[in-house]
Structure formats: C-alpha cells, structure tokens
C-alpha cells in the first residue's frame, strides 16, 4: 500500500462487528503503536482508500479516548463507528441500517430538587458522508436504510417500559437506535477539528426483553453484516481530499529579507525578482 494513502478510520466495539467489516479488506496487516493500539490496515477493493480497523471495546467514554489516539497516530480522512445497535421506533426491523444525522450523548444533565433537568448534546454527522450514504444505499435494494438520529448511553437497553427507556422517549423522541460508543467517537473526531465522521449501526433488536431471543437467533451477526456493507458503499461513493492525509503543516513564520519559513529549512521568495544567485543554509534547530 502507497505510503500517502488516504486512511479511513473504522472503529468497532464487539469481535463480530470487527469480523464483519475485515471481511471487505484485502492486503491485511497488522500494526501496533508504542503504546499499545493495535489496528489491522487493509485496501478497500476499487477504491483508494486505505481502512485502518481497530476494535476498541465497550463505552462511549473509552471510545472517545481510544479515538482520540488513533487519530493522532494515523491522521485519518474520515472516521466510522460501525456496529450492531437496539431500534427505538417500531417500523425498524432486524437487519435494518440506521444511519446517523446526528448523535446524542442521553446521560447530560442536572439532578435538582425538581428532578432532572436534561441538558441535551448532540454531534452532528458529516455532511459529506451523509450524502454519500443516501446516494450508496439507492443502489442496495437488500438494505433498508434509515436516516436518523443515534441516542448513546452506557446502558444495554432490554426493557422498553423501564425509566431510562421512557426517558429517551420524552427527550430524545427523534433518536432511531440506541448504542453505546458513537457520541465518544464522534466527539473525538469533532474535537480533532474539520474531520468527517459518521456512526452507522445495523438494527439487532428493538431495545426490549426479546434482545436475548433475537441475539441468540444471530440478529447480531446479520446486523453487523449490514452495517458494514453500507460503511463500504459509503466510502466506494466518498472521495479522498487531495493531497496526503498523513502531512502535517509546518509552523510559518517571517524570514529575513521578508521570506516565509518553513520549519526552519528554507526561505519562500515566491513573487520576488532576482537578478543574482541566491546563497542560504540549512537551519540544523529544530
């Protein structure tokens, strides 16, 4: 794989979310950072893209810091969380693909005497991928794909009439599934700056006492299937930004004689005249 090749970063939490999306990469090899990530790099077939996939556990606050450092170390282009999430609105079915518009972090607020006062978050998703996953699932008569916002909470929901299920209902009436990692991976990434970020989930039960049922019936395994086919197509309409995603911009600053430096190794005379050689030197600083 080229060096310079545009990265895109997916991120899972479960084994067999992580075995769902592998299977759509060729060339897979493993690298591990200094301290400790580990993140297989494969080539997305027909693309440009190289996907870097690492699977991070369970947790949106893990999830934020582990993202954190994964985009540090290899300054991706855009950024996926993909997986298996509970529905909240009765006509998803099992096997259903819910795309992000937004995510909601559901556990911000203030306990008063009064109750708790819900003190919304939301992320918004990347523009760019959004649209480019409305214009991959027309062509994928096998998926069914809804556009919605993502609720995350560390709860595993399996009671539709319990209070949390209730409080999501009353605040965040709106939201199509329920997860646990997508607000922490797309803070991190909204954090890093202007970095596209999307959080795709495939529906593997309806967030009520039937999950064990469906889990044990494979939902998990089907949903994850979904999920990840829909992030391939997503990235096989989405295209790089120009240039490396890996380069770093160097601190500028005013040379003498007006030029711009770069990084202390050369001087810009970009829209100067000059009618004699010009003599300069590295700069051995750092």
Do not use: C
Not at 111 to 132: D, K, N, Y
Not at 166 to 175: G, K, L, Q, S, T
Request: no cysteine.
């Amino acid at each position: 794989m080229p060096k310079n090749q545009p990265t895109a970063l997916i991120l899972t939490a479960l084994p067999l979310e992580y075995t769902a999306v592998r299977a759509h990469l060729e060339d897979r090899e493993e690298h591990v950072h200094s301290g400790g990530l580990r993140v297989e790099k494969g080539q997305l077939p027909g693309t440009p893209w190289q996907i870097a996939l690492s699977e991070l556990g369970v947790g949106a606050e893990r999830a934020a810091s582990l993202t954190t450092q994964l985009i540090n170390w290899l300054h991706p282009q855009a950024v996926f969380f993909v997986g298996v999430a509970g529905g909240l609105k009765d006509d998803l079915e099992i096997g259903d693909v819910v795309v992000g518009t937004q995510v909601y972090e559901i556990h911000g607020g203030k306990q008063t005497t009064e109750g708790f006062l819900v003190r919304p978050r939301a992320l918004p998703s990347s523009l760019a991928l959004e649209q480019a996953a409305r214009s991959a699932v027309r062509d994928m008569p096998e998926v069914r794909a809804h556009f919605l916002p993502i609720a995350t909470g560390d709860v595993v929901l399996a009671d539709s009439e319990s209070e949390i299920a209730d409080f999501i209902r009353r605040n965040y009436n709106d939201a199509g599934a329920i997860e646990m990692e997508g607000s922490g991976a797309a803070q991190a990434a909204h954090l890093n700056g202007q970095l596209d970020a999307l959080v795709i989930r495939g529906i593997s039960d309806r967030a009520d006492a039937g999950k064990s049922r469906a889990d044990a019936a494979g939902s998990q395994q089907l949903a994850a299937k979904q999920a990840a086919a829909v992030t391939m197509a997503v990235l096989n309409k989405h295209r790089p930004r120009e240039g490396s995603a890996d380069s770093e911009e160097r601190p500028q600053g005013r040379g003498e004689g007006g030029g711009t430096t770069y990084g202390g190794d050369h001087i810009d005379f970009r829209g100067g005249t000059f009618h004699a050689p010009v003599t300069g030197k590295t700069n051995s600083q750092r």
